[in-house]
């Protein structure tokens, strides 16, 4: 498996607990020729190394001729227990071999949008 992390868009290596997990077992169901695991827990108000919102690069011969929301399925049921658990959000890129040797760029992923239980908003609290 070549080119196993890489911190890009702002998001860190992610190295957690969590993460290790979350890379064993998509590189037990998936045998992918890539893959990245990055935690963006800092983009979404966590600390680093929380692993709570993690992304992931997968690319695999298992995804030829499945279109993105089945590759995406295959990503979820090999993640299902920490889906229903730790893991509170996944962004998913789901290539072919072919595809990512076409393009091997990630496009990015939106900034977020707030929702940290750390920002205060106005309302309910008597504040603006």
């Given amino acids: 498996m ?6 890009a868009g702002g ?8 993460a290790r997990t979350v890379r064993s077992k998509l ?14 827990s800092p983009r979404h108000g966590g600390a680093a190394g929380a692993g709570t919102h993690l992304a992931v690069v997968v690319v695999s011969g298992r ?14 049921a090999a993640l299902s227990a ?7 959000a996944l962004a998913i890129v789901a290539r072919t071999p072919q595809q990512w040797e076409s393009d091997p760029r990630v496009p ?7 929702g940290s239980k750390r920002e205060q908003r106005g309302g309910g609290s ?3």
Wanted: charged fraction near 15%; proline fraction near 14%.
């Fill in 2 to 7: 070549r080119g196993s992390l890489l911190a």
């Fill in 11 to 18: 998001a860190a290596m992610a190295e957690g607990s969590l």
């Fill in 27 to 40: 590189a037990a169901a998936l045998q992918p020729s890539h893959l990245q695991v990055l935690d963006e």
């Fill in 63 to 76: 995804f030829e001729g499945l279109p993105p929301l089945q590759r995406h399925r295959l990503v979820h």
């Fill in 82 to 88: 920490e889906l229903a658990g730790p893991l509170h």
């Fill in 108 to 114: 990015p992923r939106p900034p977020c949008m707030g």
């Fill in 126 to 128: 008597g504040e603006p």
